[in-house]
């Protein structure tokens, strides 16, 4: 079973603050870090030209084949498998690199809503990223951190656009649902306690998150704290009655009528299970 320090956390490190583009032969430079599991804490945009890329997220094992793109989120437990050695391309970035407008922050909630390749076949695609490597390495002057923003929005807007039920910027009321569960799923747990915090009534934030990310309000919250529960008995040391604890359970017999409903299984069943795999 791993424990804590198993999780390697990779920061941000480029020279550019904020934002570095290069080939994915990087992730065989350095095969014992990009093979293990591995929490970033920043945002991993890959596409693929040709060949597959096979990688496991969130416990979902994924694959890109040519054309193909997909981002990988900060906080996401990821690890890559190099049996194969496709061509393609990595955008690495921190969040603030973007800023925080609310058309930026719309493009990086869309993107945490579905864990599934995206097709970005063509022509614009090769010529962004190669417009963005170029511009990188070029010596720094007033113009290169717009195109190079610009480029990233484009390449994030191609993928949003691609996935059913994206939060877009008319659906304001869900993009500040999500930045808020994100935020306190840990200790807020009732769609009454988003209510008060947006401000809003329950119709239409069930319409509103219904419509983004086909769930209602109360399961997206659930699904969140599944996600967390599931991260932490896989990779963390913390028993079970401490990961439930972290999360707003008063009592272990609620976790685990919590968990055993939502994943099909107990926590220490599917504890033993990824310790088997």
Same mark, same amino acid.
């Given at each position: ?10 920061? !941000? ?241 609620? !976790? ?22």
């Amino acid at each position: 079973m791993m424990n804590d320090e198993a999780i390697k956390r990779y920061a !941000f490190n480029a020279p550019l603050a904020g934002i570095e583009a290069k080939s994915l032969d990087f992730l065989w430079q350095k095969p014992e870090k990009t093979t293990k599991i591995h929490r970033a804490d920043f945002y991993h945009f890959i596409w693929i030209e040709s060949g597959t890329l096979l990688l496991n997220v969130d416990f979902e094992t994924l694959s890109l084949n040519a054309g193909e793109a997909f981002l990988i989120s900060a906080g996401q437990i990821c690890s890559f498998s190099l049996d194969s050695h496709p061509q393609g391309y990595s955008v690495l970035f921190v969040p603030e690199f973007l800023g925080e407008a609310a058309t930026d922050i719309s493009l990086l909630r869309a993107n945490l809503l579905k864990n599934e390749a995206v097709p970005l076949h063509g022509l614009l695609i090769a010529g962004l990223l190669h417009q963005l490597m170029s511009e990188l390495s070029s010596p720094p002057d007033e113009y290169q951190a717009v195109i190079t923003r610009s480029c990233l929005r484009i390449l994030l807007a191609e993928v949003a656009r691609r996935i059913p039920h994206s939060v877009t910027t008319q659906n304001k009321i869900c993009q500040r649902f999500i930045n808020e569960v994100e935020q306190n799923f840990r200790t807020l747990h009732s769609v009454n306690h988003y209510l008060s915090l947006l401000a809003i009534h329950e119709k239409p934030l069930a319409q509103a998150v219904k419509q983004a990310t086909g769930l209602s309000p109360k399961a997206y919250i659930d699904r969140r704290r599944i996600l967390e529960a599931k991260r932490m008995l896989a990779y963390s040391s913390l028993s079970v009655k401490e990961i439930g604890f972290s999360l707003g359970f008063d009592e272990p017999t609620n !976790f685990n009528k919590f968990f055993r409903k939502h994943a099909d299984c107990s926590p220490n069943e599917f504890k033993v299970l990824q310790s088997k795999g």
